[in-house]
T-cell receptor
Framework: LAKTTQPISMDSYEGQEVNITCSHN???????ITWYQQFPSQGPRFIIQ???TKVTNEVASLFIPADRKSSTLSLPRVSLSDTAVYYC??????????????FGSGTRLSIRP | DAGITQSPRHKVTETGTPVTLRCHQT?????MYWYRQDPGHGLRLIHY???????DKGEVSDGYSVSRSKTEDFLLTLESATSSQTSVYFC????????????FGSGTRLTVV
């Protein structure tokens, strides 16, 4: 099982770029990296997914180095509404069974005015 | 999220009583999951289902049972509720054909007194 390690918490200010790094040293060849966002009293919400190099969507960018042992979620110009917990997951989409997917404790991001 | 609903949203029950939580989806996704979320533990998998009448245990399955008689419904039962089962319960769905991504419900806050 590919376990992930993230910082427990991070603080930043509105308008700044925030980068959250996730370590996954034992990532398998077929594993993808997926990030979720969770607001209080809500379920986690899919943000972005990638396999290698860089992926960008309207919300975030995901940077994955060549060895794939880590990944960085980048949130451009954060606002107060980006205050949430962010989870990094690693798994093989061919095996959607959650027994192979582990949610860690996530990174609690706090954005200040 | 649209396509997945949990009921009830809140419930208070007494120790020793049976409790059933319901997850209903309209996405026709094959996989359904039950997670619990507690402070300091992130999301932990209780049970999951990979098809009608096909279920398997997750990492914290003791004291819980599940049933899936229809594609759209996944029930979680606490046979005899205990205070340690006070938690927020999330249901999630996924579809391997659609890539690796979960859609979560809004959660059920269960309090066992």
């Amino acid at each position: 099982l590919a376990k992930t390690t993230q910082p427990i918490s991070m603080d930043s200010y509105e308008g700044q770029e925030v980068n959250i790094t996730c370590s996954h040293n034992n990532i398998a060849t077929n594993d993808y990296i997926t990030w979720y966002q969770q607001f209080p009293s809500q379920g986690p919400r899919f943000i972005i997914q990638g396999y290698k190099t860089k992926v960008t969507n309207e919300v975030a960018s995901l940077f994955i180095p060549a060895d794939r042992k880590s990944s960085t979620l980048s949130l451009p110009r954060v606002s107060l509404s980006d205050t949430a917990v962010y989870y990094c997951l690693v798994g093989d989409p061919r095996y959607s069974s959650a027994s192979k997917i582990i949610f860690g404790s996530g990174t609690r991001l706090s954005i200040r005015p | 999220d649209a396509g997945i609903t949990q009921s009830p949203r809140h419930k208070v029950t007494e120790t020793g009583t049976p409790v059933t939580l319901r997850c209903h989806q309209t996405e026709n996704h094959r996989y359904m999951y039950w997670y619990r979320q507690d402070p300091g533990h992130g999301l932990r998998l209780i049970h999951y289902s990979y098809g009608v009448k096909d279920t398997d245990k997750g990492e914290v399955s003791d004291g819980y049972s599940v049933s899936r008689s229809k594609t759209e419904d996944f029930l979680l039962t606490l046979e005899s509720a205990t205070s340690s089962q006070t938690s927020v319960y999330f249901c999630a769905i996924s579809d391997p054909a659609g890539g690796f991504g979960y859609t979560f419900g809004s959660g059920t806050r269960l309090t066992v007194v």
